[in-house]
Nanobody, 130 residues
Framework: QADLAESGGGLVQPGGSLRLSCATSGFTLKDYAVGWYRQVPGKEREEVACIPSQIRESTDSSIHYADSVKGRFTISRDYAKNTVNLQMDSLKPEDTAVYYC??????????????????WGQGTQVTVSS
């Protein structure tokens, strides 16, 4: 499992946008499935979006989005920067959470998450409020 760092969170008004970034050093993210997850206090962590490894995305796997974010969030890779980004548009108060990323294996969900052994970083706080 790759060691990852999330960034880009902040306070935004409803309807606004944020762009989160998941980065690592020493690993090539395009070789891994990368998922974005979020958690609010008292609730389980939930998957927001997941992108398969580059080779699996080009062959037999596809990007996943939670129903609650479809049409508003976009997950993508920046190959030059070795990051996986989450563009969040039309944000709603219910999107408020700490957002985390995880990378492992080639298909979604990341294998460490699927096995329940993911090691989570500090995440990045997203607060949607007027």
């Amino acid at each position: 499992q790759a060691d990852l760092a999330e960034s880009g969170g902040g306070l935004v008004q409803p309807g606004g946008s944020l762009r989160l970034s998941c980065a690592t050093s020493g690993f090539t993210l395009k070789d891994y499935a990368v998922g974005w997850y979020r958690q609010v206090p008292g609730k389980e962590r939930e998957e927001v979006a997941c992108i398969p490894s580059q080779i699996r995305e080009s062959t037999d796997s596809s990007i996943h989005y939670a129903d609650s974010v479809k049409g508003r969030f976009t997950i993508s890779r920046d190959y030059a920067k070795n990051t996986v980004n989450l563009q969040m548009d039309s944000l709603k108060p219910e999107d408020t959470a700490v957002y985390y990323c995880a990378a492992d294996g080639e298909i979604c969900p990341p294998e460490a998450v699927r096995l329940g052994i993911a090691s989570w970083g500090q995440g990045t706080q997203v607060t949607v409020s007027s």
